[in-house]
């Protein structure tokens, strides 16, 4: 069974747009009050062998599902590789910027 991922952020609207993690053109948003819960993406990966690259940068193993929260990402050794469209460095940096955030948690998804 193949596997493919992603890195999702919960938090307040205002902070994950202010981070340009939203899914969605900002014209989606125009009702959604400052301060309200909304998803967005931070990576995606579509084969298994980018999806266990992306969990070594979160810092969790694909399937031990319990333990899927990103809380202290891992520099990628190979940074200017790619996971999806984004280099591997972008990534841990995105991670890296929106753990300073207040009230926003990341979390790796496997789908397999």
């Known amino acids: 069974m193949g596997l493919d991922a992603e890195v999702i952020v919960i938090g307040p609207f205002d902070v994950l747009h202010s981070c340009m993690v939203l899914d969605y ?30 969990a070594r940068i979160c810092g969790v193993m694909p399937w031990d599902l319990g333990n899927h929260q990103v809380r202290k990402p891992i520099e990628p050794d ?3 590789s790619f996971i999806g469209s984004q280099f591997t460095s972008i990534i841990y940096a995105k991670l890296c910027a929106l753990l300073k955030c207040d009230d926003i948690q990341i979390w790796y998804r496997p789908n397999g």
Not at 35 to 51: K, P
């Open 78 to 80: 190979d940074p200017e």
């Open 25 to 54: 053109p900002d014209d989606y948003y125009s009702d959604i009050p400052v301060g309200a819960l909304v998803l967005g993406t931070v990576a995606y990966a579509d084969t298994t062998y980018e999806s266990q690259k992306l």
